[in-house]
Nanobody, 128 residues
Framework: QVQLVESGGGLVQAGGSLRLSCAAS????????MGWFRQAPGKEREFVAG????????YYADSVKGRFTISKDNAKNTVYLQMNSLKPEDTAVYYC?????????????????????WGKGTLVTVSS
């Protein structure tokens, strides 16, 4: 089993920045990819960004390219999401997820469906 705990959410004005963290514990050696997803009120969950645990290949949703950066620190078993130039439409609960086998592209297309492990989420609110 892998446990994921997100942190770093909060209230920020449009144009501001936040950095989310996702700390993994347990059988982290089994992780193949990790990703960030978000769900706004009344909307479906959507993929935001993903990263391969080994090697660091990244993948982004078009809506966040150039504004968000996903990174990892394997020594700390932590994945980060640096969010810059935030917009009110970025307001959502952000979830971290991990999987033992899926590809970055599949993770994005499937919106995280079937991912092995999930955190409980952290709320990001962007005011206009």
């Amino acid at each position: 089993q892998v446990q994921l705990v997100e942190s770093g959410g909060g209230l920020v004005q449009a144009g501001g920045s936040l950095r989310l963290s996702c700390a993994a514990s347990g059988r982290t050696f089994s992780i193949y990819v990790m990703g960030w997803f978000r769900q706004a009120p009344g909307k479906e969950r959507e993929f935001v960004a993903g990263i391969k645990w080994s090697g660091g290949t990244t993948y982004y949703a078009d809506s966040v390219k150039g504004r968000f950066t996903i990174s990892k620190d394997n020594a700390k078993n932590t994945v980060y999401l640096q969010m810059n130039s935030l917009k009110p439409e970025d307001t959502a609960v952000y979830y971290c997820a991990a999987d033992r086998a899926t590809t970055l592209q599949a993770m994005a297309v499937m919106g995280g469906y079937g991912m092995d492990y999930w955190g409980k989420g952290t709320l990001v609110t962007v005011s206009s």
